[in-house]
């Protein structure tokens, strides 16, 4: 398995993840117009020339918003995500991006468990974020270089 950004010929692959994902999943167009912007930072996994990860993320000024992130359901739990991040937060530290924030369910305690680990903190709450079901986000944000010291990547 290999971490590389994402082309434009990963997007049916990946719009395959979202769609099979996410209850409310970005579109085809959105993630191709998100992925044409020269600053972002698209990655996938890639296992046998099959996408079996990926993660989204705006980078504005030196933030980085990771918007999605997602790994195919029979690869979790095998260090997928855990590889996305580290190749994320390496990317990052290319780019000077000092800290990257992320929205999560608040009952996605598996999400959860994987960014504390790598640092994040739980920094806020936004109220009623998600539909299909409806739920809170919780707001969760880490320092790169912070995380550097900690010394976990
Ligand atoms: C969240 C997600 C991306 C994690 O990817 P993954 O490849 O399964 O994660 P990893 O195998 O790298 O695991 C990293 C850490 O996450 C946690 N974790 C992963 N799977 C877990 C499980 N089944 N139970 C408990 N903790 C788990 C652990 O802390 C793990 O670290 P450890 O192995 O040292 O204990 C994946 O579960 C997923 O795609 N979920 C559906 C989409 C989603 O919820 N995306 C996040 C939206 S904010």
């Known amino acids: 398995m290999i971490v590389r950004r994402m082309k434009l010929e990963d997007l049916e692959q990946v719009c395959a993840l979202e769609n099979e994902t996410f209850s409310m999943p970005w579109s085809y167009q959105s993630i191709l117009d998100s992925l044409l912007v020269k600053d972002n930072i698209y990655l996938v996994a890639v296992e046998n020339d099959s996408v079996i990860g990926y993660c989204g993320v705006w980078v504005i000024a030196n933030e980085g918003q990771i918007n999605n992130i997602a790994v195919k359901k029979q ?3 095998q260090g997928v995500g855990g590889k996305i991040l ?14 990257f924030t992320l929205e999560v369910r608040k009952s996605n305690e598996i999400a959860i468990k994987l960014y504390d680990k790598f640092g994040f903190v739980k920094v806020g709450i936004r109220p009623g974020f998600y539909e299909k079901p409806q739920e809170d986000a919780v707001i969760m944000t880490v320092i790169t270089s912070r995380k550097e010291e900690s010394a976990l990547i």
């Open 86 to 99: 580290q190749f994320l937060f390496q990317e990052g530290r290319a780019k000077q991006i000092e800290q």
């Open 75 to 77: 690869n979790r739990n």
